[in-house]
Structures are given as C-alpha cells and as structure tokens.
C-alpha cells in the first residue's frame, strides 16, 4: 500500500462545476503539500497545510490531521483548472523529504 | 524572479554516454532534491541535499551521482545511462520545511 493515496486518478467535469480531490495518507506528518501540473509539464506549489483550512482564489484546501486526509476543492472551475494535482506529504521521521501521491488528471471541459 | 533553472530542457542520448543535467536556484534554499517522473510511478526523489557538501540518497539513486559544491547548484549526473532512465527530470528547492519550487523539467531519452 502506497504511503500517499489520492482519488480519483481521473476527473472529467464541465465548466463551473466544484470539484474535490482527495489525498489520504498513513504516516504521521508534518506538513502536506498540493502541488499543479500542467500539461507543459511545469509544477507549482498551490498550499502547504498541517492543520485547518486554505484558501486562495476559487481553490480550497483542508486537512483533517486525526483521519489522515485531506481534500483540494475548486469552486467554479475553468478550463485553465485542467492538470494534474499532487499531493505530497513529508512525514515526521523523514525530515524535509516528500513522498508524493501518484496525482488526479483534472479535464474541465468549457 | 525567484526561480529554479534547469538544463537541458530536453535530452536524447545512447547507452553509456556520460551526461550532466545542471539545476541552480537563486533563492538561497538550503534544501535542494531531484526527482524523476515516471508514468504509473508519479515523482520519486533520486537525491537530496540539506545544505553545501551534505547530499544524501533518495528513494532511487542507482545510476545517479549529485554533487552539492555551491549553495545554488546541484547538478545530476549520469555516469552511464541506460534506457531505464529515460524519464522526465525535476530539480526543486526549499528553505528546510517550507514549499518546494520545481524547475521546469529535463525530459531525457536514452536509446
């Protein structure tokens, strides 16, 4: 069982629809991570949580420590929200290394 | 522009032939890592560094060798690459426990 689980692997939905994406892991951590890829290939940190709830823009990200998961949402999507989003956790024993999720391909269709 | 730069963008090379992929930052991070991404396999760390002359191996170092001799450089290097290294390349970099910024990339080809 991989340490980092994501769900689903694919998401298609239409233009303005909300959309959830869901990380669950199985270690103790310090921080987790949702990173953005493009299909340019380029990746960039969204939010880094260890507790609570985050938001910027029409993306919202949220942590629920004591059931290990945690979900990105976006409100109103586009088109330019198609990509593929990564959870990444590091893990408290690990020091600063990540251990990423295997990624949800989000096509959002206008 | 705080910013991670890596090169080449994009490699193809034959088995056995020595090669550099160069990766500098100019935000001052302690912490520098490479990853690889394959597909079915999302992003696996190859090595990371906490700091100037400290590197350490990931979860997939074969093949691989780092060197940390400057704060803002972290090149990879690969002695004698085979076709199972054909993958896409990310260089990224953090202050220690902090988001990471990724590179833009090295997709390389091995024949």
């Known amino acids: 069982k991989n340490e980092v689980e994501q769900s689903p692997q694919n998401l298609t939905a239409q233009e303005g629809e909300f959309i959830t994406i869901n990380c669950s892991y199985s270690?103790?951590?310090?921080?987790l991570h949702w990173l953005q890829q493009h299909p340019g290939g380029g990746i960039v940190s969204l939010f880094m949580?260890?507790?609570g709830k985050k938001k910027h823009g029409r993306l919202i990200a949220t942590i629920n420590i004591q059931e290990k998961h945690s979900s990105l949402h976006i409100t109103a999507s586009h088109p330019r929200d198609s990509a593929v989003y990564i959870c990444a956790v590091r893990s408290e024993a690990a020091g600063n290394k990540l251990t990423f999720g295997g990624g949800t391909r989000v096509l959002v269709k206008p | 522009e705080a910013q991670v730069t890596q090169n080449p963008r994009y490699l193809i090379t034959v088995t056995g032939k020595k090669l550099t992929v160069t990766c500098s930052q100019n935000?001052?991070?302690?912490?520098m890592s490479w990853y690889r991404q394959d597909p079915g396999l999302g992003l696996r760390q190859i090595y990371y560094?906490?700091?100037?002359?400290?590197?350490d191996k990931g979860d997939v170092p074969e093949g691989y060798k780092v060197s940390r001799k400057e704060k803002r450089n972290f090149p990879l290097i690969l002695e004698s690459p085979s076709p199972n290294q054909t993958s896409l390349y990310f260089c990224?970099?953090?202050?220690?426990?902090?988001?990471?910024?990724f590179g833009p990339g090295t997709r390389l080809t091995v024949l």
């Open positions: 270690v103790g951590i310090s921080a």
């Open positions: 560094s906490m700091n100037v002359e400290v590197t």
């Open positions: 935000m001052n991070h302690e912490y």
């Open positions: 990224a970099s953090s202050l220690l426990g902090l988001a990471p910024f």
């Open positions: 949580l260890s507790s």
